[in-house]
């Protein structure tokens, strides 16, 4: 791994790296040493590198929460928004439980998408009503519920190369 001032560069190793955290966070540098043909030394070592560069920035879990007995809603929200409000309304989004992901978007016109989850579809009209469409600037909003899930990743580890 190479730095260039706030850039990183990543080698093929470190990327090797990165694609087994994806896969399993859990697993021994041992495991990934063995898996890599490297010394686990030399996985720890890259590894901590990362997380000292903010490459890696946290290590997560998914719930699989069918297996609890839950059944949340997941909707996508459009938001249309003052062009002088956005950033404060994106922001108070952010920091709201339910928003899982805030983005900002310059199509036609600059739009805050928003995927947010709640415990059930009542409870997700509560928090639209009650908490999104209160705030400042707030000119309309689309909403669209998530029927079926087929795939959710963070960065297709495909385009690294």
């Known amino acids: 791994m190479k730095v260039r001032s706030a850039t990183v560069t990543l080698d093929e190793l470190d990327w090797d790296i990165i694609r087994l955290l ?16 490297v010394a686990h030394s030399t996985i720890y070592e890259r590894i901590k590198r990362m997380e000292q560069q903010g490459v890696i920035k946290k290590y997560t879990i998914t719930v699989d929460v069918g297996r609890i007995g ?21 922001k108070t989004l952010a920091d709201m439980r339910e928003a ?14 928003a995927k947010v989850v709640a415990e059930d579809q009542e ?4 928090f639209i009503a009650k908490k999104v469409v209160p705030l400042a600037g707030v000119l309309r909003i689309r909403t669209s519920i998530v029927s079926k899930k087929f795939k959710e990743d963070e960065f297709p580890i495909e385009c690294s190369k």
Do not use: C, W
Not at 22 to 37: D, P, V
Not at 70 to 90: G, L
Not at 100 to 113: A, F, G, K, P
């Open 22 to 37: 994806k896969s399993n966070a859990n697993q021994t540098y041992t495991a990934m040493g063995r898996q890599l043909q």
């Open 70 to 90: 839950r059944k949340p809603v997941t909707a996508i929200m459009t938001v249309f928004a003052d062009p002088k409000e956005i950033e404060n309304v994106a």
């Open 100 to 113: 899982v992901e805030v983005d900002t978007s310059l199509s036609e016109e600059l739009l805050i998408i």
């Open 123 to 126: 409870r997700l009209h509560e």
